[in-house]
T-cell receptor
């Protein structure tokens, strides 16, 4: 079942923070986060595994609460380059390789 | 690491024709995935291979779709008797076969059905 992302869209000024949420109705093994710019391939950001792990990637970090079947992506001090559509991909069990993606959250960062 | 390569980038065809797309994964990656993406949606899983073995195929995939990875390197996705609803971006991704590995996507093939 497709995970639900919120919000659907967000507009920020440079330097502002944002949180993107990803919720699943099914138990998850891992959550993968990607960013896609218009006309380009999705680019891998990070993987979150069971265990409430929080990972960081420059000023982008994420957390995973497997009890609530939720993951959140945190973007701090946003830059113009952060603009794009963010997708979470959920993996229901270990090593299936199959990702089920949410519908995406479009982020626009303005100067 | 030259990245995942897909060919062609764009394909325009008439309804009812057959089309074939090719994907060349990152050389050391033994897993290869096919996804379909329509405007405003996330990628939708179609099928994946571990080496030459096709391990899973989406139940949503009609029998007009077939994929192969004959020598465990490049893969082809064929759509027979194309329909209007097949218009989409077809994305290929590859990864190492170990657990918890990221999937790296190619730029996709955009299919337009006239």
């Amino acid at each position: 079942q497709q995970p639900v992302q919120s919000p659907q869209a967000v507009i920020l000024r440079e330097g502002e923070d944002a949180v993107i949420n990803c919720s699943s109705s099914k138990a998850l093994y891992s959550v993968h986060w990607y960013r896609q710019k218009h006309g380009e391939a999705p680019v891998f950001l990070m993987i979150l595994l069971k265990g409430g792990e929080q990972k960081g990637h420059d000023k982008i970090s994420a957390s995973f609460n497997e009890k609530k079947q939720q993951s959140s992506l945190y973007l701090t001090a946003s830059q113009l380059s952060y603009s794009g559509t963010y997708f979470c991909g959920t993996e229901p069990s270990s090593n299936t390789g199959k990702l089920i993606f949410g519908q995406g959250t479009t982020l626009q960062v303005k100067p | 690491d030259t990245g995942v390569s897909q060919d062609p980038r764009h394909k325009i065809t008439k309804r009812g024709q057959n089309v074939t797309f090719r994907c060349d994964p990152i050389s050391e990656h033994n897993r290869l995935y096919w996804y379909r993406q329509t405007l405003g949606q996330g990628p939708e899983f179609l099928t994946y291979f571990q080496n030459e073995a096709q391990l899973e195929k989406s139940r949503l995939l009609s029998d007009r779709f077939s994929a192969e990875r004959p020598k465990g390197s490049f893969s082809t996705l064929e759509i027979q008797r194309t329909e209007q609803g097949d218009s989409a971006m077809y994305l290929c991704a590859s990864s190492l076969g170990r657990i918890n590995q990221p999937q790296h996507f190619g730029d996709g093939t955009r299919l337009s059905i006239l």
